[in-house]
């Protein structure tokens, strides 16, 4: 029989020690490899991909105008559908008050956020009219902000806004942009500047402002 082997108290501490660090350091590994965030549990910005996320200012005051018009829904509101087209940065806020929320993102980092997530690519809309088909007309507001500032980005994105409208002359827009693309994009979509300026963590070059197909900013305290 073999003679059962034990270590004096002070090398199993040690040892246990190691052990805790290790796993420790292999969960936080797995945590960024698996969900790919950041610090703060949050995803942080890809410049490749233009990304630049809104102040926490900005992210209130969308999440606090999406919980007044879902208030306005009533007994409806369940069934109300939220789509974020390239502003993932606002989807902790606004699904923390309302479930149906829906990220359209090119970035696959985004897998993380489950079934919320849909990898879109604004190009593929133009061969293929069907693009995204199993979303068209389902959704009851779209909140977006493409990442480039061209004609060929905001005619295209605008497109894919159309088909996602589960009523173009009742669903809401919000949709935040340099005002550069003003003219391409009063062009393709029934939207008007508001008063409401977005803000960034980090100072951007261009001027960001908004446009909505209602008035937004009746919706924003303090504007």
């Not at 796993?23 to 936080?28: F, P, Q």
């Not at 974020?84 to 829906?102: A, F, R």
């Not at 500047?193 to 009746?218: I, M, T, W």
Request: glycine residues 4%; proline residues 4%.
């Amino acid at each position: 029989m073999d003679d059962d082997i034990s270590l004096p108290a002070d090398t199993l501490a040690i040892l246990n020690e190691f052990l805790a660090e290790r796993s420790k350091r292999e969960a936080e590994e797995e945590d960024r490899i698996l969900n790919k965030t950041g610090k703060d549990g949050l995803f942080e910005e890809d410049w490749q991909l233009s990304q630049f996320w809104y102040s926490t200012k900005t992210k209130l005051i969308v999440r606090d105008v999406v919980g007044k018009l879902l208030k306005e829904q009533g007994e409806h509101s369940s069934g109300f559908r939220i789509a974020l087209l390239s502003c993932p940065s606002l989807y902790k806020d606004i699904k923390d008050i309302h479930s149906q929320v829906t990220i359209f993102e090119y970035d696959t980092r985004f897998e993380a956020y489950g079934t919320d997530f849909q990898h879109y690519d604004f190009n593929c809309i133009e061969n293929n009219p069907d693009y995204l088909k199993e979303h068209h007309q389902q959704y009851d507001l779209v909140i977006a902000d493409p990442p480039f500032l061209s004609q060929e980005c905001i005619t295209k994105v605008s497109e894919i806004i159309t088909k996602l409208q589960r009523n173009p002359e009742k669903s809401k827009l919000i949709f935040c942009s340099g005002e550069v693309v003003e003219p391409w994009l009063t062009a393709s979509l029934p939207v008007h500047k508001c008063s409401f300026h977005p803000e960034h963590e980090r100072n951007l070059g261009n001027q960001f402002v908004s446009y909505a197909n209602f008035d937004l900013d009746n919706y924003i305290e303090n504007k």
